[in-house]
């Protein structure tokens, strides 16, 4: 998935043009997180709800599937739907190698702060240069 869209930014870019691409690897969910909801009322007066009922994840292939519930509650109508949500990283080296096969040369990778990040960073921002 993330070729055809490194593969987009470039076709957006002009030779030369630039792109900054946040990454992060995602936190696991706190087992005691697990099916707690988040709620907030919208503006016809429904309850509407979010929770993360279940997770697993695989450090080896990268991924995290989390199962998301959503629930709405008005006037005694509820809808609850369940969806999955995957998630999947890249090593660093990984997504430069995707970035330079795009057409996207790697300028710089830096921190929150604006200073080089480290290899093993978690977070981090990709300065791309199309080429």
Do not use: C
Not at 81 to 91: A, F, N, S
Request: no cysteine; aromatic share 4%.
């Amino acid at each position: 998935m993330t070729a055809p869209l490194l593969r987009g930014i470039r076709a957006h870019l002009n030779e030369g043009g630039r792109a900054l691409v946040p990454l992060a690897v995602p936190e696991p969910l706190p087992a005691d997180q697990l099916g707690r909801a988040r709620v907030a009322t919208a503006d016809d007066g429904s309850k509407l709800s979010v929770a993360v009922v279940s997770q697993k994840r695989d450090e080896a292939a990268r991924t995290q599937l989390s199962v998301l519930r959503y629930e709405r509650h008005r006037g005694g109508q509820s809808t609850v739907e369940e969806r999955p949500w995957l998630l999947h990283w890249y090593t660093r080296s990984e997504f430069e190698s995707l970035a330079e096969e795009a057409g996207l040369r790697v300028e710089a990778v830096t921190g929150a702060d604006g200073s080089p990040a480290a290899s093993d960073a978690v977070d981090a921002d990709f300065h791309l240069q199309a080429v």
